[in-house]
């Protein structure tokens, strides 16, 4: 008896190391960047993202990764924080993002990160909509449904700044995106920060008015395609070939010849509306459908002014970790050297390498 | 006989036996975490312990600047109000129905298919219905957790009854009986400890219900914070959060089974809990 409760003992204790030297295995050396020929990318529906799906479905994308001989796998993701998510975790190697997602999620966490395409930037597509008040300084005193911490935060933020207010004068209610307009039609909701499509179906409402929306900070909220700094740097050919793929879809869409009507349709049926829906969307966000308009962009000096203004109220909200002392933890750098933050941690790239190379015509 | 079946650990046996799922999980954790803190000091994914415990100091001793509260009392207090009304809710429903579906034909009959097709109905799909119906605000939340427990409770407590044995209800009444004290003497002595085991039982899905409301619209809460969290992958407060949560309904579940032993010591003769 004795005996055989020591054997127990012991295949249990050669048990335990042989589930450590498992652990150890499993999680192998984590991915090395080097030198691969299969990416993996995801996209969520938006407006300024329907070009990518469109261009998975008439085989855009593996036209340019067959270009450049490697092959890229762009799945669409349901969920938009999830696929940030899972790109910070790495299982992805790039994804679309808006900036302060791209700042607050990766660089944060730590993920080298370059945007390489500056696509769009919100130009009326999140706002601010009031039951009874008419301008933002009704806001003072109202309860806000709105997702927290997200760039519609953000909004809000630049909203009560405009009418000398700030956060303490409102209530914020975190509320799930998928309930806005479910949540609109409660007594409960005051007011609310929304995003398309949500947003132009509650426009419709009569007791909606739009106090306040991004175009009012224009090129302040930008969607930006971003892919991992390693990752990217030991293959420029995922790189090419996303740029190429990229600009080819964005000019078939803004002609309106018929190729560029029936793109525009299929992107608005992807994205559960009409042509008409889809377009008035569109109008609210400012595309750079040539890769010399994003170059003109991204080199411009307001950039690293507004993501220096993003990056501090990302630091006033806690979104810098735990350990950031102030709101210089993480770098930034920008296109001519200029660095924003700590220039010894630099997690987040506005790289124009490769859109420098679309306008020239190189790819 | 020497057969496994037979053999029976220590106590220190027990003791270490049952700490050891628990020491090989954390190993495995802390084994990976170290792995992709190595590779990138500031990964989200997997904090250190130590980045969860001043996670910890952080949501537990320090008030926030922006409220002034300290969030994870503020949280606990906040969820645990809306769990203790949606139970108790639930609870009272359930007794009532469940003794008059169980001992009344008259209400089983018009009462039994109706709560039988009712407690097929996924409370999750009601959720939008119940924010519309309801507002966003408290009763809504309550309420998804009544609607997902009752059902159970009543159905529960009606099969209870219906199973006492019909020797006892006959002898009550030749003692002279009436309706009332039979509901009062025989049938509600017996099947509170039931009740009790429904409900505990019931922890787990009002937990999640919970959870699920708090995450659609809501300033404060366990799964309000959560969610919050999770919009850039705090895990160094996801995570301890999952473990209080897993601890307070832990204790829930021991207080209600001591509440039951020292009630209805009878009903814990030759079972485990």
Do not use: C
Request: glycine fraction near 8%; charged fraction near 20%.
């Amino acid at each position: 008896m004795a005996e055989l409760r020591k054997k127990i003992a012991r295949t249990l204790r050669v048990g335990l190391v042989a589930v450590a030297a498992l652990g150890v295995a499993l999680a192998g050396g984590p991915a090395e960047a080097a030198t691969k020929t299969s990416f993996k990318v995801a996209w969520t529906i938006y407006a300024g993202w329907m070009p990518w799906g469109y261009a998975v479905d008439q085989g855009i994308v593996k036209k340019w990764a067959d270009k450049y001989g490697i092959s890229i796998d762009m799945v669409q993701m349901n969920d938009y924080i999830e696929s940030i998510n899972q790109y910070t975790a790495g299982s992805l190697d790039g994804v679309l993002a808006a900036n302060m997602d791209a700042l607050t999620i990766p660089a944060v966490g730590g993920v080298d990160t370059t945007s390489l395409i500056n696509g769009d930037f919100s130009n009326g597509n999140d706002g601010i909509l009031m039951k009874t008040g008419k301008t933002v300084a009704d806001l003072k005193g109202a309860k806000v449904n709105l997702v927290e911490l997200s760039v519609s935060h953000y909004l809000l933020a630049r909203a009560l700044e405009s009418a000398s207010l700030s956060e303490r004068d409102v209530k914020t209610v975190n509320t799930s995106d998928a309930d806005f307009i479910a949540a609109y039609g409660t007594g409960d909701v005051q007011a609310m920060v929304a995003w398309n499509p949500a947003l132009s179906d509650l426009k419709t409402r009569k007791d909606a008015n739009l106090v306040f929306d991004s175009s009012k900070i224009p090129g302040e909220i930008i969607d930006i395609a971003i892919v991992n700094t390693a990752t990217l740097k030991d293959n420029p050919a995922l790189g090419k070939a996303l740029v190429g793929a990229w600009f080819e879809v964005l000019s078939i869409m803004q002609k309106n010849d018929a190729a560029g009507i029936a793109a525009r349709t299929a992107m608005a049926k992807a994205s559960g509306t009409d042509l008409a829906g889809y377009e008035s969307q569109l109008a609210t966000t400012r595309m750079f459908y040539t890769p010399a308009e994003a170059v003109a962009f991204t080199k411009s000096p307001q950039l690293p002014e507004t993501m220096k203004r993003v990056r501090d109220f990302s630091f006033s909200h806690g979104l810098l970790g735990n350990g950031a002392k102030s709101a210089d933890v993480v770098g930034m750098e920008f296109p001519g050297g200029v660095v924003v933050g700590d220039p010894k941690n630099i997690k987040l790239r506005f790289d124009l390498t490769f859109v420098e190379m679309a306008a020239a015509g190189k790819l | 006989m020497r057969r496994l079946i037979n053999l029976r650990p220590s106590r220190q046996g027990t003791f270490f036996l049952g700490a050891l799922p628990f020491a090989i999980v954390l190993v495995i954790y802390f084994v990976f975490s170290s792995l992709r803190l190595a590779e990138n000091p500031a990964d989200k994914l997997m904090p250190a312990f130590s980045t969860m415990g001043e996670a910890i100091v952080r949501v537990a001793a320090e008030p926030e600047q922006r409220s002034g509260t300290i969030v994870l009392w503020a949280d606990t207090g906040a969820s645990l109000v809306r769990l203790a009304l949606g139970l108790g809710i639930a609870t009272a429903i359930g007794l009532v129905f469940g003794i008059l579906n169980g001992l009344i034909v008259y209400a089983r009959v018009t009462l039994a298919p109706f709560v039988g097709v009712l407690s097929m109905v996924p409370p999750m799909a009601l959720l939008p219905i119940l924010f519309i119906m309801l507002g966003l605000e408290e009763t809504s939340k309550v309420a998804l957790i009544v609607i997902g427990v009752a059902p159970y409770l009543m159905r529960d407590l009606a099969l209870r009854v219906e199973e006492l044995p019909g020797e006892q209800l006959v002898k009550a009444q030749t003692l002279g009986a009436s309706t009332w004290v039979i509901v009062a003497r025989v049938v509600l002595p017996q099947i509170l400890p039931r009740l009790i085991d429904g409900l505990r039982l019931s922890l787990g899905p009002a937990w999640l219900f919970l959870i699920a409301a708090e995450a659609i619209a809501s300033t404060e809460g366990l799964g309000y914070r959560i969610f919050l969290m999770r919009r850039y992958m705090a895990m160094d407060v996801i995570l301890p959060y999952v473990a209080w949560i897993t601890f307070l309904a832990a204790i829930s579940d021991w207080v209600l089974v001591q509440i039951s032993r020292r009630a209805f010591g009878w009903a814990h003769l030759g079972r485990g809990a």
